[in-house]
């Protein structure tokens, strides 16, 4: 608890710092302060679809993000199997490709504007230059949660109390460890637990830390799909956030289960997944009379939330993800299995890059 804490308050120190630089917006047009008048625009058209977009968004969520965590009596899914570990590069892949395909473009356009005054925002690339900071804050933010976690569970602060799987060895190991010597097969077994005791670890700061990136971007994509009264663009974003959650959340899921949470844990992650995007639907909805997408207002705030939020999702596919499998023993010890694991990975940022037409 003391742990998703600290990572609230960074990430959140993180924003109101990035936030800062919105204080310069400034309109080199009137146009900017308006929505944009064609045929396609009709509100009350528009709401009876973004009514559909928050139950059929919420109902794939919730079966991607769960899809992972009900295959624990499906031996093929298993965590240890290779289908798990080819099924989880796949959601890696669209994960990489949310970053790369999705966020980091939509940052770009909007911090490049014409609707924004062409010192600072055309002077500088503010968008490059947040998502490196992000990607930097994600790797301390790693780095840190994780140190704190194995200091706790050397001061003798069991992570495992409370969860499912409980913890075996620790009491033996207090007893080798004051002996001074062991057998062989002593050693081996307390080894063996201690690796597995810090693999846990990375999982459960992996998990955490991906669902904060995932939440900062559904609310993102929510807020701009409930504002739009452009029922052209409605339609089609609906299909494709769709298909986003759903595999998006099936990478989430995947870390959800190997971290191991007791129940509840996993109950509150599935549920703020599940309804980050409706929320932002909902509330760009009751916003769409004041809010104006092309405002520079909008577009500093959102552009650089995206540009954040982006730097954290392709850190978080590339290295706790992706590199974290493919370097691990499990993957370099079958080449078979690798070629599998990229075709899967290949297919899933193929899949979501082709999303990129739609939203």
């Not at 059929?56 to 031996?75: D, H, N, R």
């Not at 969860?163 to 062989?184: I, L, R």
């Not at 289960?257 to 932002?280: R, W």
Request: proline content about 3%; charged content about 15%; glycine content about 8%.
């Amino acid at each position: 608890m003391a742990t998703s804490k600290l990572l609230l308050k960074l990430f959140t120190i993180f924003f109101i710092l990035i936030s800062l630089f919105s204080f310069k917006a400034y309109s080199q047009s009137n146009d900017c302060n308006t929505q944009s008048n064609n045929a396609c625009n009709n509100k009350s058209k528009a709401l009876p679809l973004k009514i559909i977009a928050i139950v059929t968004i919420l109902v794939t969520s919730m079966i991607g993000v769960c899809l992972p965590l009900f295959t624990k009596g499906v031996p093929a899914l298993h965590p240890d199997r290779n289908l798990f570990v080819v099924v989880k590069s796949f959601a890696a892949g669209i994960i990489l490709a949310t970053g790369f395909m999705h966020v980091l473009p939509d940052s770009f356009d909007m911090l490049w504007s014409d609707c924004l005054k062409e010192n600072p925002w055309h002077k500088f690339p503010f968008t490059g230059f947040v998502a490196m900071l992000s990607a930097i804050v994600t790797l301390m933010v790693d780095s840190l949660a994780t140190a704190i976690y194995s200091k706790k569970n050397k001061a003798g602060i069991n992570p495992h109390q409370g969860d499912d799987v409980p913890v075996e060895g620790d009491q033996e190991m207090a007893v080798v460890g004051s002996a001074g010597h062991f057998h062989g097969h002593h050693h081996g077994v307390v080894v063996k637990e201690g690796a597995e005791e810090t693999q846990l670890l990375r999982y459960r700061v992996v998990a955490m830390v991906l669902e904060l990136g995932i939440v900062v971007h559904s609310v993102v994509i929510g807020l701009s799909l409930g504002a739009s009264n452009n029922t052209c663009s409605v339609k089609g974003l609906i299909a494709a956030l769709c298909f986003h959650q759903m595999f998006e959340g099936m990478g989430l899921g995947g870390c959800i289960l190997q971290a191991e949470y007791k129940f509840l844990k996993k109950a509150i992650m599935v549920f703020f997944f599940s309804v980050t995007t409706p929320f932002g639907i909902a509330l760009g909805i009751a916003m769409s009379t004041i809010y104006k997408e092309n405002s520079p207002s909008a577009l500093i705030t959102v552009g650089l939330l995206n540009a954040s939020s982006a730097g954290l999702l392709i850190y978080m596919a590339l290295v706790d993800l992706l590199s974290a499998d493919f370097m691990g023993p499990k993957l370099q010890g079958s080449i078979k299995l690798q070629v599998k694991s990229y075709v899967a990975v290949l297919l899933g940022a193929g899949g979501m890059s082709v999303m990129a037409k739609w939203a």
